[in-house]
């Protein structure tokens, strides 16, 4: 039995239910045995094959999310090492209210107010990144979370980088339809303009329920979105709208910074301003160097005369004078935290609490205190290298208001929810092109010569047929499962008399192309029985 606990045991913590899956591992719900604090564990395994690569990711990871601290992003509160099983643990603080692309599914899309709060707080925690020179660069509704009040929280750091300002960045990593064209067409960026891109596609999102790029396959979806063609309903606000085009502008440099964001005026709509700003003026480094942040520093390649010149001056444009900053932030904290757990308890008199409406932001000690937008800061941008971007490869394109009733086709109504399974697996590692090709729902078809008729071939696609076969599956109570390939189901249907068990089968036509068969084969079952069931769930599709 001791065995047994401790099998299920991480550390200190008690290893629950799954809660979701990040870019490098699955993330279980924990719960600490002595205190019953409840904590995210996302266990990364690593893979034999890509072993150098993978842990420099979640090396990564992990250093990126010690260094913030920001109450729209999700805390790191320790890292424990699995040696027996290759593993390496991130506890994370739990965020119980589920992924923000689960809310905007069950609400079919935000209402504006809604929006607009929720947008803020992801604002504020990019302005704080970019600030830091950080940025996320896989931006999507699975990575924010939503807490018990439905405040904002951005998790999964496992492709975020350190900006190197002066040179450029070149993994195209993300998730392709948040990808801007400048990673689709594989050249180079800066950085924060693939997180502008991504705020767009995002903001496009909770305010319609889809996604912009239409079109029935991925390729389809793909051109659209290389030449930023899309369409905006009508009941969206103009100033979503306008927001929505600033972010998606196909050129980098015509695209909105995060400073532009936090002032334009629909972020502003029903607040007294602009968010809160979350920037730090950073302020002289303090000499001497302290010896314990020079080390980590050392840790990560950055020593030498040139690397003391740049911190004694406070180069802020040097990934290492950001990062000695972050460095000292974190140890200011945790001598906070010492401090206030050496410290006896407050008296329960009178509490001068101050309700922020965009979320508390007292208890970060990085973030300076709201103050006028117009005196934020964060660092310059660098102008000539952002005259050296590649232009785009194709023409911006204007997009124009549509009735919304053109936007409410079953893929277009559900394309949101079919993408989360599509494309859950980031670009990091591989061509573009090889993400598209195994996010292809047709490759494993099989092409069919037999008996077809009008109720059951169809010219939708795979995901949208698929839909369609386990709605009818689930109203008339048969028990399904998709096979390991993805084109077909094990059903089975039990009454009272005598099981019935049968396949169906997606598949392509032969000599018909751009058709899609359902093909039935009875595995248990009399003939007249499964010609019965055949008949009623025949009658109950629309194909």
Known sequence: MAKHIEDKMIGDYLVDRTLGEGTFGKVKLGIHATTRQKVALKVVRIRAEAEARDLKYIEREEKIMKLLSHPNIVQLLDVIQLPEKKSTCLVLEYVSGGELFDYIVANGRLKEKEAIRFFRQIVSAMEYMHSNL???RDLKPENLLLDKDKKIKINDFGLSNIMPLGNFLDSHCGSPHYSPPEIIQERTYIGPEVDMWALGV???AMVTGCLPWAGDTVKQQIDNLVVGRYKVPKYVSEGAENLISR???V?????????EVVQHPWLSEGFN????????KREDIVLPLNPTIMAKLKDLGFE???????????DITKQHVMLYHLMEDAEKREAAKRAKQESPPPSRGHSGTTDHSDGDLSDHMDIVEVQERRHSWAPPPNKDLLENLSPPKSPQITQSHVNPDSLNSPLRNRLLGMLKKSFRTSLEGKTVQDAFEKANPDKNLRTIDGAFNVSNTTTKDTPTIKLEVERVLSDMGIKFKLNKKGIAYDCKLKNSAQSIRFTVEICKIKKLPGLRGLKFNRTKGTVFEFKDVYSRICSQLVL
Do not use: F
């Open 134 to 136: 950080v940025v996320h």
């Open 251 to 259: 050129d980098p440099k015509k695209r909105a910074t995060i400073q």
């Open 273 to 280: 301003g602009p968010p809160p700003t979350t920037s730090v």
């Open 202 to 204: 995002l903001l496009y």
């Open 304 to 314: 030498g005369e040139s690397t003391e010149n740049d911190l004694k001056s406070n």
């Open 247 to 249: 972010l998606l502008q």
